[in-house]
Structures are given as structure tokens and as C-alpha cells.
């Protein structure tokens, strides 16, 4: 009996061993197929968004399209898959995406239940409400009794009953999982107010509404939704290269590295510009990269700064303000860790 549990003990390790060893060939399975496979929104401006020739923009995009950068050496060697909120976690966990950046909060039940990893956010929203200014409404308390389109299988709706629980309040539910069904039955009339991050409420309201000036995004704000691209468990070499990819956007504009001065800012005596650039190699060897992966990411993505300012910043419909996505140094929780 003890040599059969030794032996039952021996396999289960061997099984675990060979789980993790088989985890960890995303890079590998990404080098060899010539691109990188990324999970991205069904539709949301500023975020992910086709034109009409099927070209993808946005924050997200442009977290993708720094990690083709930076295994590649090319931002174009990405495909996107569109993903709706409850197909997002199964496709990354199947292995049919590569990478998620698909506006997903960073959970504790996500991270620690669903064999994932969160990398860095690359915005930091809150849960919002948006209402037709007929309604005159001015705070979020006063939509007792209210019916709320809410996206299924989100962070949002279990806010929104934690919430109105929480203030002891009532609230009626509609769920439609598409978030353009959902934004049109708000439009039509059926919903009193839509909640979802503000973020994404900003980008329905410039892109969707019949007319945007008929609509107020209340000052609320009921969550905190860190939202960040997620990869699978056990392969640390590519989570690595996501979350440094995304460091280098930051970093970047901490060091006033452009896609328009990049090259210039080869000839910097600034030790860490050097080290982020690959003047100065290390970086790209620890991370099984060309030492100018972050170099090729600013080259042609550009860097966090520039990202904000055109998918949803003033030079976007959305004009969001930077708030809680500013750099540190301007008071937001932007912040890289040193390239050392």
C-alpha cells in the first residue's frame, strides 16, 4: 500500500511537471507560426475597433501590436480575434488567442480560479452610468427602482448588485451579451441608464448615439477596474515579454522617447534610455528578444503617452482626460520599473 501511494505520489508530480513544460511554449508556438494571435473586443471605440477595411485600433491594439514588436520586430504580425465578454476567459484558456487585451478587469477570482495571469493595466477605469438628460438625474443614488442594461458574465453586474445592495436600493436588470444589442436597447428607450466602465460608456456615447448631447455619463463611480491583458499560467517567458512590452510604452514616455524622435534618442547619454533602446544589451538577451525589441515598440507603436493621446485621449472622440492613467510623475499610476 505505501509503495502504491509512492508511485500514485511520483506520477502526479511527473503529470504536473509535464503540464507546466507544455504551458510554457507560447513564445515558441508564436515565433514559429509568424504572428501573434490576440483576443481583442467585439467593437468598443477606443479600445478595438475595425474600420470598414477590417483595420484594428486602439489602446488594446496597441498592446498587441507592441508585442508583435517586440518578437517580431514588426507591430503588423498580429491577428485579432473578436471576443465577447463570456467567450474572452475560454478562448485564452483553450490556447485559441495567445494574449487577451480585451478591456478585462484584474480580479482576484480571475487571477487565482481560471489558470491566468494579469500582466500591467494599460488603463485604469471605474464602473459608471449613463442616462438620457430628460431623466434630469444627477446622481447615481437617484436611479432607485431603475432599469439598467448591463453587459452578462462581467465584473459590471455583480458591481451593480453589490452596489445597489450596498445603499439599499433596487434596480432591474437588462442582459444582452452583444454590447451592440445592449447599447441599442439603451438607445430605443428600453433601459433607464447603461453601466459599464466609464471609459466604454464614453466611447457608446461619441460612437452610437443618435445624438451624444441627449446623453450624461454621471460622476459615480462604483468600482475600481483595473483593466489589463492576460495570459495563461505557467509560461513566464511570455508574460514577461507582455508585461515588459507594455513597460517600455510607459517607460518611454517617462523618458520623452517618441516614435517620431526614437532614432535621435539612439545617440542619448541617459544610461536608462540606452538600456531601453539596446544601445546598452542585456535587456533583449534576459527576455529571449532582439536587444531592440523595446526600440522596434516605440518605433511603431509609439509610446503610452502617444497610444492615450489617439485612441481616447483629445486627439480622439472620446477626449478623456489621463486621471488615473497619467504618469506618476503628473499623478497618475503609470510607473516602470527601472530597465536594469
Same mark, same amino acid.
Given at each position: 500500500m505505501?509503495?502504491?501511494?509512492? +508511485?500514485?505520489a511520483?506520477?502526479l ?11 510554457? %511554449? ?5 515565433? #514559429? ?18 474600420? $470598414?477595411k477590417?483595420?484594428?485600433s486602439?489602446? $488594446?491594439v ?9 518578437v517580431?520586430?514588426?507591430? *503588423? &504580425? ?6 465577447s465578454a ?12 495567445d ?5 478585462t /478587469?484584474w %480580479? !482576484? ?15 485604469? $477605469?471605474?464602473?459608471?452610468? +449613463?442616462?438620457? /438628460?430628460?431623466?434630469?438625474?444627477? *446622481?447615481a443614488?437617484? !436611479?432607485?427602482? #431603475? %432599469?439598467?442594461c448591463?453587459?452578462?458574465?462581467? /465584473?459590471?453586474?455583480?458591481n ?7 445603499n439599499?436600493?433596487?434596480? &432591474? ?9 445592449l ?7 428600453r433601459?433607464?441608464?447603461?453601466? *459599464?466602465d ?7 456615447r ?7 448631447e441627449?446623453?450624461?455619463i454621471l460622476?459615480?463611480?462604483i *468600482?475600481k ?8 499560467h505557467? $509560461?513566464?517567458q ?8 507594455q513597460f517600455a510604452m ?14 535621435q ?8 534610455v ?5 544601445? /546598452? ?7 529571449g528578444?532582439?536587444?531592440k ?25 472620446? &477626449? ?13 499610476? +503609470? ?6
Open positions: 505505501k509503495f502504491l501511494k509512492t +508511485m500514485a511520483a506520477c508530480l511527473l503529470a504536473a511537471g509535464g503540464v507546466s513544460a507544455q504551458a510554457g %511554449t507560447t513564445f515558441d508556438a508564436v515565433k #514559429a507560426k509568424g504572428f501573434v494571435q490576440c483576443g481583442v473586443n467585439l467593437g468598443l471605440y477606443g479600445f478595438s475597433s475595425p474600420d $470598414d477590417g483595420n484594428w486602439g489602446l $488594446d496597441d498592446a498587441c501590436r507592441a508585442v508583435a514588436a517586440a517580431f520586430g514588426d507591430a *503588423s &504580425k498580429v491577428k485579432f480575434t473578436p471576443l463570456q467567450q474572452r476567459l475560454p478562448a485564452l484558456q483553450s490556447g485559441e488567442i494574449l487577451l487585451a480585451r478591456n /478587469t %480580479t !482576484l477570482s480571475r487571477d487565482t480560479a481560471n489558470g491566468l495571469n494579469f500582466t500591467v493595466p494599460n488603463y485604469y $477605469d471605474g464602473q459608471g452610468f +449613463m442616462v438620457p /438628460t430628460k431623466l434630469k438625474v444627477k *446622481s443614488k437617484e !436611479l432607485d427602482g #431603475a %432599469t439598467i448591463v453587459l452578462p458574465g462581467t /465584473t459590471t453586474e455583480q451593480l448588485s453589490d452596489w445597489f445592495r450596498a439599499k436600493l433596487t434596480f &432591474k436588470p437588462v442582459v444582452i451579451e452583444k454590447n451592440e444589442e447599447a441599442a436597447a439603451f438607445f430605443s428607450g433601459c433607464d441608464a447603461y453601466s *459599464s466609464a471609459s466604454q460608456l464614453a466611447g457608446i461619441a460612437n452610437e448615439a443618435p445624438k451624444p441627449d446623453y450624461v460622476p459615480d463611480l *468600482s477596474e483595473p483593466l489589463t491583458p492576460v495570459v495563461r505557467a $509560461d513566464d511570455w508574460a514577461d515579454i507582455v508585461r515588459w512590452s510607459i517607460a518611454g514616455e517617462e523618458k520623452g522617447i517618441t516614435s517620431k524622435n526614437v532614432d534618442m539612439l545617440t542619448s547619454l541617459d544610461p536608462e540606452k538600456r531601453i533602446l539596446g544601445v /546598452t544589451p542585456g535587456n533583449g538577451k534576459a527576455l528578444l532582439d536587444e525589441w523595446a526600440y522596434s515598440i516605440l518605433k511603431q507603436v509609439g509610446n503610452y503617452g502617444e497610444s492615450f493621446e489617439l485612441n481616447v485621449g483629445k486627439s480622439s472622440k472620446l &477626449k478623456l482626460d489621463r486621471g488615473l492613467n497619467a504618469l506618476y510623475s503628473n499623478g497618475g499610476l +503609470m510607473y516602470s520599473p527601472p530597465f536594469k
